[in-house]
């Protein structure tokens, strides 16, 4: 479950612990207590991302909106990223400076590229 950080106190509770339910208030004798588990228990987690909510860099950021992704696990996801060559981390070489640099110089390249994958993965809610 990714939330803005407006939303993380909700998607906390909504998915810890069972509730218990009165159903009716007044004297001992009409009073049940009745249990009401949460099914969700423990079936998601919840994560923040800076990029959601209405503080976001992004436009059009509302801080009720979220997404329930699948875990990385899983074997589905809403976003493939590939690698140029299967190479996953940054390849980081020494290259040769001009005459006027006194030191070391570095270049570090990175060949990566992302897609939609599979779009009925996940779900998207702008909130109310």
Do not use: M
Not at 62 to 81: D, E, F, K, M, R
Not at 120 to 128: E, P
């Amino acid at each position: 479950l990714l939330v803005p950080p407006e939303l993380l106190t909700t998607a906390k509770t909504l998915f810890s612990g069972a509730n218990l339910v009165v159903t009716a208030l007044g004297s001992t004798s009409s009073k049940s207590v009745a249990p009401n588990l949460n099914a969700h228990a423990g079936a998601y987690t919840p994560y923040v991302s800076p990029f959601l909510g209405a503080g976001s860099p992004i436009p059009g950021g509302t801080s009720t909106q979220w997404l329930l992704l699948p875990a990385p696990t899983a074997g589905t996801a809403v976003v493939q990223v590939g690698y140029l060559r299967g190479q996953r981390t940054p390849i980081i070489r020494q290259v040769e400076t001009s005459a006027n640099i006194v030191g070391i110089s570095y270049q570090a390249l990175f060949d990566f590229g992302s897609a939609l994958h599979d779009w009925r993965c996940g779900i998207y809610s702008a909130g109310a």
